[in-house]
């Protein structure tokens, strides 16, 4: 189902188009899903390009209705042409939502039109998947960490620890030593080192100044 979106201020209008049966609610379910997600709380849905309406799309109002019942949210219905009206009187849909004859009409003095909208870039991260990192320690020591973490052989899986077990568990002047030998090349007979766990910081540092002081 096709299903347009306009955001005016807290109110998000909803403007499906086709029928609204078993096949196509789903549809709307999310949409209507989605917005609650990103913190929208206050619905209009123009039915004016609607010609059928089943139960399957009625349950999609009634489910929504309650999740927004109790001050939490409002929803308004817009638009209803003469059959999609009867069956929301025959189902006693009339009484539980409140209904108007066109978008405009709905809108009118709307409470919460001049409210901030919802974050829609929140929804947008989490429909494309992205994610906010964070470095624990500056760009100079991780780059180190890194290069120690794949000269000793650690694993992938390992790196974040190695990262963190550096700038961790090094101070004073044994840690600018550290640093300072992980920029300088290593030796041929080093490069053969053997792995160690990056899961002991301690040791992981105590075995790193010895291998370079050697």
Known sequence: ME??????????????????????????????????????????????????????????????AKQLEGGKGTMRLCG??????????????TKLFQLF??????????PHLAEAAPQMGKLAS???????????????EADVARRAASLLGAKPAQKAAVAKAVPAAAGGTDRAMALQSLKTPLAPAARGATTVQADKPRGFFARLLGMFRK
């Open 3 to 64: 299903i347009a979106q306009d955001q005016i201020g807290a109110v998000s209008v909803l403007a499906p188009v086709g029928r609204l049966d078993t096949d196509s609610a789903t549809d709307l379910e999310l949409a209507l899903a989605d917005l609650i997600a990103i913190d929208a709380r206050h619905f209009v849905i123009d039915f004016s390009r609607i010609g059928y309406v089943s139960s399957a799309g009625l349950r999609v109002l009634l489910m929504t």
């Open 126 to 140: 989490r429909l494309m998947g992205a994610k906010v990192h964070q470095p624990d320690v500056d760009s100079a």
């Open 101 to 110: 004859t066109d978008r405009a009409a709905a809108l009118d003095k709307h």
């Open 80 to 93: 209803l042409n003469p059959q999609v009206k009867q069956v929301f009187d025959v189902a006693g849909f």
